[in-house]
């Protein structure tokens, strides 16, 4: 059935866009919920009006969000379970238990339907999307440890810090090239400074010095 959705849905398109979906979804969800309406010859009448006040909305929404988004993104969220050999959970790391953890973390009202994710069912590293608005959608980073171990840093985090320690490392090889050209440029201005008579004195002192010695 081809619908005209009166608010934005996530994944499928904004208020005043004209779609083609299945049935059921439309039937079931979309009309029921009142975030589409059939897409009559009447109601598309309304769709300029209905992408202005949309458009509205939905600058207001990201600007009230944008800072939430900012402020999770690529968050990492730690839990620790009981796990087999091949490292399956006894259980499953739930979307509540991530929406708390993230909540507790950040002191956000997010609820476990705005996490796009399956329940998490063995260790490792997993990926979450926190639906915020239909345009802002972080991404949340999932360490699930196995009980008893170390918690540990996600690939992207260990990737970070090994270009830091790469950096620092150019920094310092940087720095002490510059220390060797410094001294070669301040030895060089020395030498040149240097007036040529004070120079042959101090030759002549030296052989002197080396004269009277050998008499001795």
Do not use: C, W
């Amino acid at each position: 059935m081809k619908v005209l959705l009166l608010k934005d849905v996530y994944k499928l398109g904004h208020a005043g866009d004209v779609k083609k979906v299945a049935d059921g979804y439309g039937r079931n969800y979309l009309l029921p919920q009142g975030l589409a309406a059939l897409a009559t010859p009447g109601a598309l009448k309304t769709v300029e009006k209905i992408r202005e006040k949309a458009s509205v909305e939905r600058a207001l929404l990201n600007q009230e969000m944008s800072g939430i988004a900012e402020l999770i993104k690529d968050a990492h969220l730690q839990f620790f379970s009981k796990a087999g050999e091949t490292g399956k959970l006894y259980g499953s790391i739930t979307t509540q238990m991530m929406a708390d953890e993230l909540n507790k973390k950040f002191g956000t009202s997010i609820n476990r339907h705005q996490l796009e994710i399956e329940p998490i069912r063995t260790l490792g590293e997993h990926t979450a999307t926190v639906r915020l608005t239909v345009d802002l959608n972080p991404k949340i980073v999932i360490l699930v440890n196995r009980e008893g171990e170390a918690a540990k840093i996600s690939a992207k985090k260990a990737e970070a810090a090994a270009v830091k320690v790469e950096e620092s490392a150019e920094t310092v090889e940087s720095v002490e090239e510059a220390a060797e050209e410094l001294v070669e440029e301040v030895t060089e201005e020395v030498v040149e400074e240097t007036p040529v008579e004070s120079a042959e004195e101090v030759i002549e002192e030296t052989t002197e010095t080396t004269s009277d010695e050998e008499k001795e």
